[in-house]
């Protein structure tokens, strides 16, 4: 039997829908944010001059993009493990190396993210992803960190803000304290 290009278009395709598929699963479908959504974040949102910031879940890394535009010093690092929206922010990445050189697209699961001297995480997931995700941030997020949810907050964790965004999804930032827990964080940042 003759194996012909067709064949391995439609594994490509396949290998596609499945990683999306398995995104969906896992913590959110690729929902991209919405651009008055992200001009907020990156206007209100409380972005140190440098130092690491961290999307779990960055789609098309559009977030991540837009802070390097604004903030050219911060390195900015996105997780993401489907291959669709992955490769479109790997291919951004090219379209401007310079501009964006502190920007790290990384094909990785977000529940294995390196949050160690992580000034401030960002993640826009569904909440059925939350308890698994409210525990992965109990125990990896640095001392001092701060994590931003845009869309809904945790159910029984209090926030430090609530920014509204008129026809868009809110975000919500917690201090390190307000989601402490038993387990140790990984480092200190101040
Ligand atoms: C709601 S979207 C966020 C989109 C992003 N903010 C943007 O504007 O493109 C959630 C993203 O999380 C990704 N995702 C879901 N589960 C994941 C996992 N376990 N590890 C890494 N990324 C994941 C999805 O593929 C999707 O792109």
Request: hydrophobic share 45%; charged share 20%.
């Amino acid at each position: 039997m003759d194996i012909g290009p067709g064949f391995w278009w439609q594994v490509v395709i396949l290998v596609i829908i499945g990683s999306a598929a398995y995104a969906g699963v896992s913590a959110a479908p690729w929902v991209p944010t919405l651009k008055k959504e992200r001009d907020n974040l990156v206007t209100n949102g409380p972005w140190p001059e440098q130092g690491e910031v961290v999307e779990l879940g960055c789609g098309d890394g559009r977030l991540l993009f837009a802070l390097a535009r604004r903030y050219p010093r911060l390195t900015l690092i996105g997780y993401e493990i489907s291959i669709l929206p992955y490769l479109v922010a790997q291919l951004t990445k090219l379209s401007s190396r310079k501009k964006y050189k502190l920007v790290q697209i990384r094909f990785k699961s977000l529940f294995s993210a390196d949050l160690s001297g992580v000034k401030v995480v960002y993640a826009y997931l569904l909440p059925r992803s939350y308890p698994r995700l409210l525990r992965f941030i109990q125990a990896n997020l640095a001392t001092g960190g701060i994590f931003l949810l845009e869309g809904w907050p945790f159910e029984d964790r209090p926030y430090s803000h609530k920014i509204e965004i008129p026809g868009g999804l809110p975000w919500y930032q917690y201090n390190y304290f307000e989601l402490s827990s038993t387990e140790p964080a990984r480092s200190i940042l101040f």
